[in-house]
C-alpha cells in the first residue's frame, strides 16, 4: 500500500501497521490485502466490486475492518459489501473509508452496504470518513446502508464524518423485527463550501422492535446540511429521531424529522434543536484563559465527541 493509504488507514479504523482478526483493505478500487478467520470469511464477489462478509452463528469478540482509500484524484470507487451475520453472535465492524486529492481531479468512494442479521445477533458498526489533500477537486464521500434485523437482534451504528469531505449523501434504510433493536448516532462536521445530506428511514415490524436515531451536526462558513429521517410505526413499537446542530456564520441547516404510527400500540418521537453555540459558553471558557477561537473549537469537540 502507498503511504497516503497508511495515513488515511490510521485516521479512520485506527490503523498502527496492522489489523487484528478478518480484515479487508481497498485501494483505488482494488482490493489489496485481506485475511478471513475461522469464524468469519471475506470473499470477493463474482459478479460485482465488493465483498461477501459471512460470520458464523455465536461468534464472539471478533473484530472485522473493512477501510476503502481514495488517494488520488481521477477515481470513483464504487463498492458493494454483504455482511451476514450468524444467529447469537456479537461482532465490532469497522469501516473507515478516506478519500484524497493534489490535483483538480475530483476523487470519489461509494460504498453501498448490506447486513442481514439472524436472530440474537449483535454487531457494532463504526465507520469514520474523512477528506485530505489541498487540491481543488471535489472529495465526496456516498455511502450506502441498508440493514435487515431479524428478531431479537441489535445494530448499533457510529458514523462520522470528522472533516475534509466536500460532498456528502448518506443513505440508510433498516427493517427491523420483533425484539430488534438500532442505534444510530451520527456526527458530522461541515466547512467552507461543503455540503451534506443525511436520510434515514427505519421501518419498525415487530413487537416490541425499537429505534434510537441521533444525528449531532456543526456547519460553518457556507456549508450546507440537510436531514431527512423517517421512522415507520408498524407494530407495538417504540421509536426516537434526534437531529441537534449548531449553527455558524452564513451555513444553512435543513432539519426534516418524520414520524408515521400505524399501529395504535406505537410510540414514536422526534426532536429537532438548530442555534448558535451560547454566549455564556464561549464567556465561562474565556475565563479559564481560552481565546475566542479556542472556546469555540473546544464545545464543538464536546459536542462532537
Known amino acids: 500500500m502507498n503511504e497516503i493509504t497508511k495515513k488515511l488507514l490510521s485516521t479512520v479504523a485506527d490503523w498502527t501497521g496492522s489489523f487484528k482478526g478478518a480484515f479487508s483493505i481497498r485501494e483505488d478500487g482494488c482490493g489489496i490485502e485481506r485475511r478471513s478467520t475461522e469464524n468469519i470469511s471475506i470473499e470477493p464477489k463474482t459478479d460485482k466490486p465488493g465483498l461477501d462478509i459471512r460470520v458464523k452463528p455465536n461468534t464472539k469478540g471478533e473484530t472485522v475492518s473493512i477501510p476503502a482509500c481514495v488517494t488520488h484524484g481521477d477515481v470513483d470507487d464504487l463498492v458493494y459489501n454483504d455482511f451476514y451475520i450468524g444467529h447469537d453472535?456479537?461482532?465490532?465492524?469497522?469501516?473507515?473509508?478516506?478519500?484524497?486529492?493534489?490535483?483538480?481531479?475530483?476523487?470519489?468512494?461509494?460504498?453501498?452496504?448490506?447486513?442481514?442479521?439472524?436472530?440474537?445477533?449483535?454487531?457494532?458498526?463504526?465507520?469514520?470518513?474523512?477528506?485530505?489533500?489541498?487540491?481543488?477537486?471535489?472529495?465526496?464521500?456516498?455511502?450506502?446502508?441498508?440493514?435487515?434485523?431479524?428478531?431479537?437482534?441489535?445494530?448499533?451504528?457510529?458514523?462520522?464524518?470528522?472533516?475534509?469531505?466536500?460532498?456528502?449523501t448518506r443513505k440508510t434504510i433498516v427493517t427491523v423485527a420483533a425484539g430488534a433493536k438500532l442505534v444510530i448516532r451520527e456526527r458530522l462536521l461541515t466547512e467552507g463550501e461543503q455540503t451534506a445530506a443525511t436520510e434515514f428511514k427505519v421501518e419498525l415490524n415487530g413487537d416490541g422492535a425499537g429505534a434510537d436515531v441521533v444525528s449531532r451536526s456543526v456547519a460553518r462558513d457556507r456549508s450546507y446540511q440537510s436531514y431527512v429521517s423517517e421512522i415507520i410505526g408498524n407494530a407495538p413499537c417504540t421509536g426516537h429521531t434526534e437531529c441537534d446542530a449548531i449553527i455558524?456564520?452564513?451555513a444553512v441547516v435543513d432539519a426534516s424529522p418524520k414520524l408515521s404510527a400505524r399501529c395504535a400500540d406505537a410510540a414514536l418521537i422526534h426532536e429537532a434543536a438548530i442555534g448558535k453555540i451560547a454566549g455564556e459558553q464561549i464567556l465561562k471558557l474565556r475565563t479559564l484563559g481560552l481565546t475566542e477561537e479556542e472556546a469555540e473549537s473546544k464545545i464543538i469537540e464536546g459536542f462532537l465527541s
Open 89 to 168: 453472535s456479537d461482532i465490532l465492524i469497522v469501516a473507515g473509508c478516506g478519500v484524497h486529492t493534489e490535483t483538480g481531479e475530483p476523487a470519489r468512494h461509494n460504498g453501498i452496504h448490506r447486513f442481514f442479521l439472524e436472530p440474537g445477533a449483535r454487531v457494532k458498526y463504526i465507520e469514520k470518513h474523512v477528506g485530505t489533500g489541498k487540491g481543488a477537486g471535489i472529495k465526496s464521500i456516498d455511502p450506502v446502508t441498508e440493514a435487515h434485523l431479524d428478531e431479537g437482534s441489535l445494530l448499533e451504528m457510529d458514523t462520522s464524518q470528522i472533516g475534509g469531505v466536500d460532498r456528502s
Open 248 to 250: 455558524d456564520e452564513d
